[in-house]
């Protein structure tokens, strides 16, 4: 069964940086497409980073030039540095990973989801 573990979330202050660490666990696929997501109390869940197997990064234009997302393949890490946070960052950052796949990152084929951090960013 896959696991995926995050951890590195907290309280900032505006302005401050966070990164996040996903540790996947029997996540063997060769072909796939990992994220990070976010969802804030009473909002829906949206994707903030992905990348894929090519190393091919997607962000949405609220956290474009803040955010990257990176991973060590070889430890089967997956992080998420976070800059230029703001109180609108506040939410639930959830990893998540496909089974598989051709490397395409639409919410529909995530299938693996780790339990969350909570980033809160105060200002």
């Known amino acids: 069964q896959v696991e995926l573990v995050e951890s590195g979330g907290g309280s900032v202050q505006a302005g401050g940086s966070l990164r996040l660490s996903c540790t996947a666990t029997r996540y063997t696929y060769s072909s796939y497409c990992m994220g990070w997501f976010r969802q804030a109390p009473g909002k829906e869940r949206e994707a903030v980073a992905t990348?894929?197997?090519?190393?091919?990064?997607m962000y949405p234009d609220s956290v474009k030039g803040r955010f990257t997302i990176s991973q060590d393949s070889a430890k089967k890490i997956l992080y998420l540095q976070m800059a230029s946070l703001n109180p609108e960052d506040t939410a639930m950052y959830y990893c998540?990973?496909?089974?598989?796949?051709?490397?395409?990152?639409?919410?529909?084929?995530?299938?693996?989801w780790g339990q969350g951090t909570q980033v809160t960013v105060s200002s």
């Open positions: 990348i894929n197997m090519d190393g091919t990064t």
């Open positions: 998540a990973a496909t089974a598989g796949g051709s490397g395409r990152c639409p919410l529909i084929l995530f299938q693996y």
